[in-house]
DNA sequence: GTCTATATACCGATAGAC
DNA sequence: GTCTATCGGTATATAGAC
């Protein structure tokens, strides 16, 4: 924890940051309201100035944690394996299972996306570049023996990226958009962590495999 | 175009849209300033008012335009072809160039996204329930007749479309965060609307194939 | 139809009592 | 450390002159 007044009541900052998250990921950074988020959190506005400082600065810790959470999640699911076609298995369901835990992290990123990611701080743009290189060396291992075809690194990481954060995010809308749908809707998957893993996993190791 | 006052000047209102697309998937509809699409527009706020009605209309009436634009240009591109794959590869191209030539319509699906779809008015809602029913249509076709596997129509929809509004809208955060990356860049692609269609179709086609 | 000026409301941030 | 009260700035929307 990196705030003025941390030295104690370790737990009431985080009580503000979940709180922070969840406002934040509902609303986005202009939408969200300093006041709701205090209510939220139980406290007076006045004492979340106190604690965290002003809105950007809780905003810029919230990013950083969500990111070093699922940086660190990638890193050992990626190190319990040894061939890339397990260790980009591992790598998916590990940022699958990070949004379902944390539901604020794919919003805040699909937000951040659309801004085009000029408000992000600098330690969060290391961890998002820690993550790439991860998946690029999976990628450049597997297209060096053979066992993926020769594809770009950065389009096929965007790829994997957007697929899981927009299939934990998108069932809300999903359900909505359903009752205009002219489809029969009796055997749907529930989209679980499990199931996006795997519908991830899948359709990605199958379509850049070497054949 | 319904707006109250639309009886003469549709260039007039023509510009207030285009401009207001750019400020809504810019800064979102909470941070979107009337002042500012007004300025875009050259003209007067009162102006805007009196054209167009409230912020509200006038986001509504942004987002019915982009989808149906995408919305007719995947039906054209499906019924030009016959055999699923075909089909299929023709919906994702026909996505990814509405969203090359359209750049605002990524951005403000993805912050409808992010919100859970709440603010969606019925006529948007009609308009991506008929993508999904053709998107549908054509991998069922693909499962009966054998071409593809049996996959989750509802995760395979949600995650092709995630793949290219997420790839047409990243690359600006992706630039910011390449520099952190300890990966070699030379060779990697521009991310134009030829090269994810080509990426999409070639992963999700090779992923839900029958082997 | 087009403008200026303004009403009204809200929000981020802080002052200051306890 | 915790609160109430409030300042200052800014946003949507409209009134009203021309």
């Given at each position: 924890?990196?705030?003025?007044?941390?030295?104690?009541?370790?737990?009431?900052?985080?009580?503000?940051?979940?709180?922070?998250?969840?406002?934040?990921?509902?609303?986005?950074?202009?939408?969200?309201?300093?006041?709701?988020?205090?209510?939220?959190?139980?406290?007076?506005?006045?004492?979340?100035?106190?604690?965290?400082?002003?809105?950007?600065?809780?905003?810029?810790?919230?990013?950083?944690?969500?990111?070093?959470?699922?940086?660190?999640?990638?890193?050992?699911?990626?190190?319990?394996?040894?061939?890339?076609?397990?260790?980009?298995?591992?790598?998916?369901?590990?940022?699958?299972?990070?949004?379902?835990?944390?539901?604020?992290?794919?919003?805040?990123?699909?937000?951040?996306?659309?801004?085009?990611?000029?408000?992000?701080?600098?330690?969060?743009?290391?961890?998002?570049?820690?993550?790439?290189?991860?998946?690029?060396?999976?990628?450049?291992?597997?297209i060096e023996d053979g066992t993926f075809?020769?594809?770009?690194?950065?389009?096929?990481?965007?790829?994997?990226?957007?697929?899981?954060?927009?299939?934990?995010?998108?069932?809300?809308?999903?359900?909505?958009?359903?009752?205009?749908?002219?489809?029969?809707?009796?055997?749907?998957?529930?989209?679980?962590?499990?199931?996006?893993?795997?519908?991830?996993?899948?359709?990605?190791?199958?379509?850049?495999?070497q054949?």
């Amino acid at each position: 924890m990196t705030f003025p007044a941390s030295t104690r009541n370790e737990e009431t900052i985080r009580t503000i940051v979940n709180a922070a998250a969840e406002s934040f990921a509902e609303d986005g950074f202009v939408g969200a309201r300093v006041d709701d988020i205090a209510r939220r959190a139980g406290i007076n506005k006045a004492l979340l100035y106190y604690y965290v400082g002003d809105k950007a600065a809780l905003y810029a810790h919230v990013l950083l944690e969500a990111f070093q959470q699922a940086c660190s999640l990638v890193d050992s699911a990626v190190d319990t394996h040894s061939s890339a076609e397990e260790q980009l298995r591992g790598a998916i369901a590990a940022v699958a299972r990070t949004a379902a835990a944390n539901p604020s992290f794919p919003r805040l990123m699909l937000r951040e996306i659309t801004t085009g990611g000029t408000s992000l701080p600098e330690p969060v743009l290391k961890t998002m570049g820690h993550i790439f290189g991860t998946i690029c060396r999976i990628l450049r291992k597997g297209i060096e023996d053979g066992t993926f075809r020769n594809v770009d690194p950065l389009m096929t990481h965007i790829q994997i990226m957007g697929s899981i954060l927009f299939l934990s995010t998108a069932e809300k809308t999903a359900r909505r958009i359903l009752p205009f749908a002219p489809v029969p809707q009796e055997e749907l998957q529930p989209i679980t962590a499990d199931n996006i893993a795997r519908q991830v996993a899948d359709t990605i190791l199958g379509g850049i495999r070497q054949q």
